[in-house]
């Protein structure tokens, strides 16, 4: 008869332990997905800062969560209804509280696309009118996109899911002891971003109008001279926390160092470009070096020039 004497018995439960540690770690990490505490019953939900893939299946963003004793608000469901249950299972290692609303920041893939998973769990989705005619614009083209990018199986279960609420410039409600703020300054990165703001906790949630440790993207459906003016409007409010579009909380400070300042460097070393007669064949010799600590660097600061390029073209 095999004989187990007591330090075995605690050697085994030891290995034990750390065998469910490291199932538990691989798990999460397996997830793509990182959780900050931002400050009591805030959080946020930390994407990677690369492209989207079918790994990441397509959130490649940050997202925040808010814990009431009412339950659950999400800001921004995910890029797809896969992506969308991830974040849910991330949301569920820190309470068993329901999500009962869900509020889009504008209309990026990941702001939106996973609409349809936290409805069919009875969440209201709100978003402004801009944002949900944003999307509505490039449904097609962001579900193209993301079939290129996490492929037929990524999508499964994703469906075009738009706001049951909507608003113009503001929307307020409180829930749980707690006062949610949601403002739509105008086009920043997409036309209807919107940045959301908790008084009690001075916790801002700013979407796609801020980026860190990543270079933003002035894209197309973009609008860099009302993007200053959005973040402007964004940073009256003297947040102590920002919960970014991308990347982790941070500060006001960091915020407008990797954000503001490069927008504002942007458009005036584009002014000076066209005062001197530049064409956009040549737009490359700007120089902005000073922000190659940015991750995408190379891939955006070169497109960001040509965008800003025309717009002001037409300024």
Known sequence: MLRINALTLKFLALLFLLSSLLISHSLFAASDLTLKKVTENVYAIVGELSNRSLTNLGNNATFGVVVTSEG??????????????????????????????????????H?????????????KIIASNEAVEDQKNRTQDQFFGLGNLV?????????????DTTFDS???FDLGGTRFEINHAG????????????????????????????????????????????YKAMAAYKPEHIIPGHGDPTTLAIANKDSYEYLVFLREAVAEFLDNDGDI????????????????????SGRNAQQVFTEMEFE
């Open 151 to 163: 492929g037929d199986e990524g999508l499964k279960g994703t469906e075009a899911v738009y706001a």
């Open 170 to 172: 503001e929307s307020t």
């Open 111 to 123: 702001r939106w696309l996973g609409n349809g998973y936290f409805k069919a769990l009875g969440a």
């Open 72 to 109: 659950v608000v999400l800001i921004d469901s995910g890029a797809t209804y896969k992506g969308a249950e991830r974040i849910h299972a991330v949301i569920k290692s820190i309470t068993d509280k329901p999500i009962v609303r869900v509020i889009n920041s504008g209309g990026q893939d």
């Open 187 to 230: 086009q920043a990165h997409t036309p209807g971003d919107s940045f959301i703001w908790l008084p009690q906790n001075k916790v801002m949630f700013t979407g796609d109008i801020v980026y860190i440790k990543r270079m933003l993207g002035v894209g197309s459906q973009s609008n860099s001279k009302s993007w200053i003016d959005v």
């Open 281 to 300: 064949s040549d737009i490359s010799s700007i120089d902005q070096s000073a922000y190659n600590y940015l991750l995408n660097f190379d891939s955006l």
